[in-house]
């Protein structure tokens, strides 16, 4: 069974930096393509980033391009992403997703892409 844990949030100031980790277990991990997603209450799950099996397809939403950088370890069968120059406007909760479809490519932007979710955490960017 997959399980992926979150870990990383706390609260920052504008324009700080964190770096999220989501160790994977139960799965071979090199495989599977992978993403990060966040969301607000009373909004649906947004796209922010994606990693290909083999780290040579990436893809960012636009609201945090230049700003975020995703990266994967295979071998520690982890995920990062790295939050730099942070705003209020990405305060969220962040989760990890593992994908196992094969039309990923297509279909990697939205929620329903991926197959298995951790199980969140709290980033918090105030002023």
């Known amino acids: 069974q997959v399980q992926l844990t979150e870990s990383g949030g706390g609260s920052v100031q504008v324009g700080g930096s964190l770096r999220l980790s989501c160790e994977a277990s139960g799965v071979t991990f090199r495989p599977y393509n992978m993403g990060w997603f966040r969301q607000v209450p009373g909004k649906e799950r947004e796209f922010v980033a994606a990693?290909?099996?083999?780290?040579?397809?990436?893809s960012y939403a636009d609201s945090v391009k230049g700003r975020f950088a995703i990266s994967r370890d295979n071998d520690k069968l982890t995920l990062f992403l790295q939050m730099n120059n942070l705003e209020m406007d990405d305060t969220a909760v962040y989760y990890c997703?593992?994908?196992?479809?094969?039309?990923?490519?297509?279909?990697?932007?939205?929620?329903?892409?991926?197959?298995?979710w951790g199980q969140g955490t709290q980033v918090t960017v105030s002023s």
């Open positions: 990693v290909g099996a083999s780290d040579d397809d990436i």
């Open positions: 997703a593992l994908s196992k479809t094969m039309r990923w490519r297509a279909s990697r932007y939205v929620a329903t892409g991926y197959d298995d």
